[in-house]
């Protein structure tokens, strides 16, 4: 099956920002340890990554090919209508991922505004949440 992980808003940074919510590693590090984990499952994946808000609509309209997306969208993920309604008008599944545990933080990120219109949702477990909504996909 072929996968695309998409990353937004500030997460190129990955690495570099707050490492001690984040991690140390960048984002380059954590895609290739994910594509070398469904490589050895016989899964391909594909990655993609933008600050902008509806460059990521745009990649989204784009995943219909996909077996899956797992979606990151990082701050967008609070606030994005946008972003809920490009995942609402594909038919490819879409998971949501946060690294950190966003329940534990702040109180605006307990609200997603994604969540409603994806698959399911994976957060709190650091770079693993990307593997761990991808292995959704794989049951
Ligand atoms: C994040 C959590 C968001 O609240 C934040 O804005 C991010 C990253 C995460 O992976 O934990 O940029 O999506």
């Known amino acids: 099956?072929?996968?695309?992980?998409?990353?937004?808003?500030?997460?190129?940074?990955?690495?570099?920002?707050?490492k001690g919510v984040y991690g140390a590693e960048s984002l380059e590090e954590i895609n290739a340890q994910i594509a070398s984990y469904m490589k050895k499952k016989g899964h391909e994946v594909d990655f993609a990554q933008s600050d902008i808000e509806g460059e990521?609509?745009?990649?989204?309209?784009?995943?219909?090919g996909y077996d899956g997306v797992v979606l990151n969208?990082?701050?967008?993920?609070?606030?994005?209508?946008?972003?809920?309604d490009a995942?609402?008008?594909?038919s490819v599944p879409v998971v949501e991922v946060h690294m950190s545990n966003v329940h534990a933080r702040e109180e605006f990120r307990r609200n997603s505004v994604l969540t409603p219109v994806c698959k399911g949702e994976v957060l709190g477990f650091g770079k693993n949440s990307y593997i761990l909504a991808l292995e959704s996909f794989l049951l």
């Not at 609509?57 to 995943?63: E, P, Q, V």
């Not at 969208?73 to 809920?84: E, K, L, V």
């Not at 995942?87 to 594909?90: F, G, N």
């Open 1 to 18: 099956m072929k996968f695309l992980v998409l990353n937004g808003v500030n997460l190129a940074l990955t690495g570099k920002r707050e």
């Open 56 to 64: 990521l609509c745009r990649l989204l309209h784009g995943a219909e």
């Open 73 to 84: 969208a990082g701050a967008f993920t609070h606030y994005s209508y946008a972003i809920r």
């Open 87 to 90: 995942i609402a008008s594909v």
